[in-house]
């Protein structure tokens, strides 16, 4: 904690090295009741602004994240690079629903974002009472099952869901592959688009 006392014409500032099994919210909220402090707060630690070092965003080629204020930017692009360097890169408590062809979940660059509904496990029953039996990592509405990717077989088949939710919320700053908009999200797959169509019922 860092703390600032109150004295006169010049005040002092002290870091505190909190004792083992006090938090640092009792710690601040202790200070703030003493009067002779005049203010109390974490001893925060600050990085460098974000920057996306995987592969396709430090090479350019993820033009769309770029802005005009920035290192390999672009006018026409959305400008998440400059959100990126003021540390806006997502939030877990916000829900995308990738409502396009399947989701590879298990892609190494966004299976960390990829929803896991924690009210149906596998066992065959419809846990959560939601009308879609064992609907882990969403549901896929053209087949009717949870398997929301089918493209181990072939892997044209759900690479435009795939590619859309890496778009979205690829992983950034783990060195590899690309940088989504939201580097942290939770997206959940739902299928609609098979290998030539899809209906807007299932949409």
Same mark, same amino acid.
């Given at each position: $904690?860092?703390? +600032?006392?109150?004295?006169?014409?010049?005040?002092?500032? !002290?870091?505190?090295r909190?004792?083992?099994?006090?938090?640092? *919210?009792?710690?601040?909220?202790?200070?703030? =009741? $003493?009067?002779?402090?005049?203010?109390? *707060?974490?001893?925060?630690?600050?990085?460098?602004?974000? *920057?996306?070092?995987? /592969?396709?965003?430090?090479?350019?080629?993820?033009? %769309?994240?770029?802005? $005009?204020a920035?290192?390999?930017?672009?006018?026409?692009?959305?400008?998440?690079? !400059?959100? &990126?360097?003021?540390?806006?890169? @997502?939030? =877990?408590?916000?829900?995308?629903?990738?409502?396009? !062809?399947?989701?590879?979940?298990?892609?190494?660059?966004?299976?960390?974002?990829?929803w896991?509904?924690?009210?149906d496990?596998?066992?065959?029953? #419809?846990?959560?009472?939601?009308?879609?039996?064992?609907?882990?990592?969403? &549901?896929?509405?053209?087949?009717? $099952?949870?398997?929301?990717?089918?493209?181990?077989?072939?892997?044209?088949?759900?690479?435009?869901?795939?590619?859309?939710?890496?778009?979205? @919320?690829?992983? %950034?700053?783990n060195?590899? @592959?690309?940088?989504?908009?939201?580097?942290?999200? /939770?997206?959940?797959?739902?299928?609609?688009?098979?290998?030539?169509?899809?209906s807007? +019922? #299932?949409?």
């Amino acid at each position: $904690d860092t703390i +600032s006392r109150r004295g006169g014409r010049h005040a002092l500032t !002290e870091v505190v090295r909190l004792p083992a099994g006090v938090s640092v *919210e009792q710690a601040v909220a202790q200070y703030e =009741a $003493d009067p002779t402090v005049a203010h109390a *707060e974490p001893d925060y630690l600050l990085t460098a602004q974000v *920057e996306a070092d995987d /592969t396709y965003a430090a090479s350019g080629d993820l033009w %769309g994240m770029g802005g $005009d204020a920035m290192p390999l930017g672009t006018s026409y692009g959305s400008g998440a690079n !400059e959100a &990126w360097a003021m540390g806006h890169v @997502g939030s =877990a408590s916000v829900y995308v629903g990738i409502v396009d !062809e399947g989701v590879q979940f298990d892609h190494p660059d966004i299976a960390a974002n990829v929803w896991t509904n924690p009210w149906d496990p596998v066992d065959g029953i #419809d846990n959560d009472g939601n009308g879609y039996i064992d609907d882990v990592h969403g &549901w896929d509405f053209v087949n009717d $099952d949870n398997d929301v990717f089918d493209g181990d077989s072939n892997p044209d088949i759900d690479s435009h869901g795939t590619h859309v939710a890496g778009t979205i @919320g690829g992983v %950034g700053g783990n060195g590899q @592959g690309v940088a989504g908009v939201n580097w942290d999200v /939770t997206m959940i797959p739902a299928k609609f688009l098979g290998p030539s169509s899809g209906s807007t +019922s #299932d949409a």
